[in-house]
């Protein structure tokens, strides 16, 4: 079974910057992609930033400019890092990873997988 794990959320200020992580694990894994969106209260999830393994990127327009995606390959590990937040960046920030796991049996299987969320509170 895969499953990420966030952290890196919390409370900032205007004007501050946070870094997000995402940890992907799961025997024989393989992590073709990964993208960061985020859920506002009362507002529909929306697509922040994504990358694949070969370094395509893509940002959304209301943080192009402000945000960096990365990847360790190495380690399963995505990064968002945030730059010039303000309080419209409050929201529960999800991870979402895509890729392959090769079972014991010598198949391997696509997986999409969500990280639980991590809190982003920006204060003015």
């Known amino acids: 079974q895969v499953q990420l794990v966030e952290s890196g959320g919390g409370l900032v200020q205007a004007g501050g910057s946070l870094r997000l992580s995402c940890v992907a694990s799961?025997?024989?894994?393989?992590?073709?992609?990964m993208a960061w969106y985020r859920q506002a209260p009362g507002k529909q999830r929306e697509l922040l930033a994504a990358?694949?393994?070969?370094?395509?990127?893509t940002y959304g327009d209301s943080v192009n400019g402000r945000v960096a995606i990365s990847m360790d390959n190495a380690k399963n590990t995505g990064y968002l890092q945030m730059n010039g937040l303000k309080p419209e960046d409050t929201a529960i920030y999800y991870c979402?990873?895509?890729?392959?796991?090769?079972?014991?049996?010598?198949?391997?299987?696509?997986?999409?997988?969500w990280g639980q969320g991590t809190q982003v509170t920006v204060s003015s």
């Open positions: 990358l694949t393994r070969d370094h395509s990127t």
């Open positions: 979402n990873a895509k890729g392959f796991q090769r079972e014991k049996t010598g198949w391997t299987s696509p997986f999409e997988v």
């Open positions: 799961g025997s024989g894994i393989i992590v073709a992609a």
